[in-house]
């Protein structure tokens, strides 16, 4: 069997991790104050949507360096730019919909770039990130429509978008090399499971 070697967590990813979950707690306020004891259908699944959205950047993110990072400067530098602008996602959320999705949807058309450049200017192999280029290139330009064309009309096209981000990835997984994550203790749990039912 082939010896798998862990790649070692940075403090920056780890403070990454940090930005997102504050970006999280903020996204709560969405649903905090609810109406006569209750959320209504639209407020919750407003919420649901950017939850979704947000966890989605942060998973391409974290694929990211997990398949293809040498912590080189394009590596840390697109990391960097993406939690500066998840805390302006983050300050930028409030209960208002129409004011919270307009900021929201610059942010993450920023972070979607971000994100796209990092794919792209990695060196690896063509199937592997042409599918993560795909994926994120039809998210952003989606999401760059809405903005042009405004919050009555346009949501429908970002919201597309981000169902692109969410579902896509299902039907282009025979592009995506599983072997290029880098997940050795779960690997071994596995094993170590395996082993006990022996």
Known sequence: MKKIIAKPVGMFELFYDLIFVYAISRITTMIHH???GSISLVT???FLLVVIVVMQVWLYQVIYFNRYSKNKFLDIGGLV???FVAVYLANNINTEWR????????AMAVMI???????LFVKADSNDKQAFLIIL???FILIIVELIIGCPVGIYFCISGYIVG???PLFLKRMFKAE??????LVESKLNRNYCLW
């Open 34 to 36: 609810p109406v006569n």
């Open 44 to 46: 919750f699944l407003q």
């Open 81 to 83: 730019l993406n939690m």
């Open 99 to 106: 004011i919270t999705f307009h900021y929201f949807n610059i």
């Open 113 to 119: 770039l971000i994100l796209f450049c990092q794919y």
């Open 137 to 139: 290139g039809l998210e």
């Open 166 to 168: 969410f579902i896509l």
């Open 180 to 185: 290029r994550v880098n997940f050795p203790h």
